[in-house]
């Protein structure tokens, strides 16, 4: 089945520093998303990308669509305390069909 | 901003005992998903659900399982005969149907089988 490689797992960074994490595919996707989830709650979409090569922004966060439609990356920049979470991607071929996640990324910001 | 919700929040049930967990879509949604997330582990589909009936459904989501949508705003997944590893987060999902829209999800009911 289709598998998705999410890094790093974790991530130990102080506030105010850039944060980078990626996920690839095995197979290709077409359309990419990014949700962060806390503790107890449910995934919240951050970005969507639906073209390969797109890049989207959402405040500090930047995701791109990777042009082999098999990777993506999320970029935070700035990072302050509420950043603190669990980020997945997740990766979806056909415009409705299930979403395949990521293991996660748990990241953790030193105030 | 329309949310999915959700419950109850936690279940605590019995080994071997029915479960069904309740959700209502966002409103005007027309695709409907369940995902299952085992304590520190990965979001992993269960089933999807359109038109009322399943349109795609994993392998986890063998007759132990079943969805319904009874009314025109809920939408339910049942366990029948619960085991200890069905204890997971469960979380329902809802998408308008429309070309490039992302999946809503809610916040989750908590299973515990004891």
């Known amino acids: 089945g289709q598998q998705l490689n999410q890094s790093p797992q974790s991530m130990f960074i102080q506030e105010g520093e850039d944060v980078s994490m990626n996920c690839t595919s095995s197979s290709i996707f077409n359309t990419w998303l990014w949700y962060k989830q806390d503790p107890g709650e449910g995934p919240v979409l951050l970005i969507a990308?639906?073209?390969?090569?797109e890049l989207t922004s959402n405040g500090r966060l930047t995701a791109q669509f990777g042009i082999t439609r098999k990777d993506s990356f999320l970029n935070i920049s700035a990072s302050i305390p509420s950043d603190v979470g669990i980020y997945f991607c997740a990766g979806r071929w056909g415009s409705q069909g299930n979403l395949i996640f990521g293991k996660g990324t748990k990241l953790s910001v030193k105030p | 901003e329309p949310e999915v919700t959700q419950t109850p929040s936690h279940q605590v049930t019995q080994m071997g005992q029915e479960v069904i967990l309740r959700c209502v879509p966002i409103s005007n949604h027309l695709y409907f998903y369940w995902y299952r997330q085992i304590l520190g582990q990965k979001v992993e589909f269960l089933v999807s659900f359109y038109n009322n009936e399943i349109s795609e459904k994993s392998e986890i989501f063998d007759d132990q399982f079943s969805v319904e949508r009874p009314d025109g705003s809920n939408f339910t997944l049942k366990i029948r005969s619960t085991k200890l590893e069905d204890s997971a987060m469960y979380f329902c999902a809802s998408n308008p149907g429309t070309i490039n829209q992302p999946q809503h999800f809610g916040d989750g009911t908590r299973l515990s089988i004891l």
């Open positions: 990308l639906y073209k390969a090569g």
